[in-house]
């Protein structure tokens, strides 16, 4: 990367409204992402309790226009509500399936003297040594929160002369940074509705326990296919600016969702987070009931005639409550009141529903869908639904890698080499396509029904390694010894087909004759192996 200048003159500023200018869309979705970020942690509203919607009674000052006062009842009801995390099980659950196998990632034959480099950048592919096996899944998870986030390819500037290498930018290798939706104010799009140039808010990072500030501060970063500027967020005054002439934006867009009309942006897979706020206020409206029934009135008579006893003289002589039961004074006969238990079954049964929408929303099998009498065809149906899901997740993960790879194939050999250079390598990045747990024995009749039906061999070779790590104990393998596996495969001699295996036994049965009626071993049917 070069940096050209570090003088704020040098080049022009943004000044302080194209700085905090935002993109259309941003306007208009940031809310929802807030609201998302929110979901999948249970921060916000569901912490504070402020996305619990109130009745105007609530309210200390339910008279004004927008009441802010909450009252006693209200904060009471902040206090006791419960958030059901549904989003964080319903993408620990995704993820854990597209994540099981690991992805092929090749170069070639798995000779070429680029794997080496390639490798170690894989082995540290943000600067803080995780693998991107292990960075992948991360990104995924908020892509698939929030729809999707900017994969920053973000180069080196190198080691400081006279310090120690301590990272791997230091060391000069490239590094990934991630922006979530929220990060990325504003974008510019070419004729064809390719992103060009991004612009990103960063917060500053105190370098001493002497500059942390209560109030954050904020810089501007604008990355285009030439090189990037920062710039001061309140001036819009410029920073820095440097080019890292990758020829091409370096930013990768991975997908959680793509959107069938804001193609910009992705959408979220946990769908639509007011549902979430739904269950939020169902469950609380539900505790709220249960409690009423639990901690209900009693109503005792004042009496009648002259002798009646006033409300203040009752009250001055047994008190508010009696236990845990709320009082209440009148000239009707004694009696206890509660609320109808029906309101309670009622709210039950809809709290259910929003959650079965929100699992079928989200394609994931409800846990009482295979308790009720459900076809089992149905359930097929589901299960493939969710298997193709999880391929279109898999395929925005591998477009995404292949992007990074093209990135740094044009850090490594120029703008102009490098994506000949990758071609000519024949780097290849495979995910699974198949996330059923299909059991074993099945695995076993494909490969046999493959077999018979005459696969070419080189099918037959594939299906082979998509095999290596289903067999029991083979989960553990180190891609050293997967690699080995995948070569020894590549190397071992073609299957017969079903024609060449008949022409065999026919040679036998004719040598059987002319032998005298001794047949000699007949090789065995791979197919009946």
Avoid at 486 to 510: L, S
Wanted: with cysteine; glycine share 8%; proline share 6%.
């Amino acid at each position: 990367m070069t940096v050209l200048s570090t003088a704020s003159t040098a080049f022009p500023d943004l000044g302080p409204k194209v700085a905090a200018a935002r993109h259309p869309i941003y306007d208009l979705l940031q809310d929802e992402w807030i609201t998302l970020g929110h979901v999948r942690e249970g921060t916000g509203g569901f912490k504070d309790g402020t996305y619990l919607v109130a009745h105007p009674r609530e309210w200390e000052d339910h008279t004004a226009i927008t009441p802010v006062k909450p009252g006693k009842k209200l904060k009471a009801r902040r206090a006791i509500a419960r958030y059901e995390n549904l989003a964080s099980a319903i993408l620990e659950a995704k993820k854990s399936a597209l994540f099981r196998e690991q992805p092929n990632r090749r170069i070639g034959d798995g000779q070429s003297d680029e794997l080496g480099e390639l490798e170690q950048w894989w082995d540290d592919v943000d600067g803080k040594g995780t693998h991107i096996d292990d960075a992948m899944p991360a990104w995924w998870d908020l892509a698939a929160t929030f729809g999707h986030v900017v994969l920053y390819f973000e180069l080196p500037s190198g080691p400081t002369p006279g310090e120690d290498a301590q990272t791997a930018a230091d060391e000069g290798q490239p590094y990934v940074r991630l922006y979530t939706p929220l990060d990325v104010l504003n974008w510019l799009t070419d004729d064809n509705g390719q992103i060009i140039s991004i612009k990103v808010v960063e917060a500053v990072q105190a370098t001493s326990y002497s500059e942390l500030k209560p109030v954050t501060q904020y810089r501007v970063r604008v990355i285009d296919e030439t090189g990037w500027s920062l710039y001061d967020f309140k001036s819009g005054k410029t920073i820095e600016r440097g080019e890292h002439q990758l020829g091409r934006l370096p930013c990768v867009f991975l997908f959680g969702k793509r959107r069938a009309i804001l193609s910009d942006v992705g959408q979220s897979v946990l769908g639509d987070p007011r549902l979430y706020k739904d269950v939020f206020n169902l469950t609380s409206e539900l505790r709220e009931l249960l409690r009423n029934q639990t901690f209900s009135f009693i109503n005792l008579p004042l009496g009648t005639g002259p002798d009646a006893m006033g409300v203040e003289q009752a009250q001055a002589l047994l008190g508010n409550q009696t236990g845990t039961m709320n009082v209440l004074f009148s000239g009707a006969a004694a009696s206890v009141l509660s609320g109808d238990a029906a309101n309670v079954t009622a709210y039950q049964e809809e709290l259910q529903a929003t959650k079965r929408t929100i699992y079928r929303e989200t394609g994931v099998q409800w846990e009482s869908d295979s308790k009720d009498a459900e076809a089992e065809g149905s359930l097929t149906i589901k299960r493939e639904e969710m298997n193709t899901r999880l391929a279109a997740y898999a395929d925005e993960c591998q477009q995404a890698e292949y992007a990074l790879v093209d990135c740094w194939y044009r850090w490594r050999h120029g703008a102009d080499s490098g994506p000949t250079k990758k071609d000519d390598d024949a780097v290849t990045i495979h995910y699974p396509e198949r996330f059923s747990a299909t059991p074993f024995d099945e695995v076993l009749q494909q490969v046999q029904a493959a077999q018979s039906v005459g696969m070419p061999a080189l099918f037959l070779k594939e299906l082979r390694k998509s095999l290596v790590t289903k067999f029991e104990g083979m989960a553990n393998l180190t891609p050293q010894q997967v690699e080995e596996i995948m070569k020894a495969i590549d190397a071992a001699p073609d299957d017969p087909t079903p024609a060449e295996r008949m022409q065999q036994r026919m040679q036998i049965m004719d040598a059987a004759v002319k032998g005298g009626g001794k047949v000699p071993a007949i090789p065995p049917d791979p197919a009946k192996a």
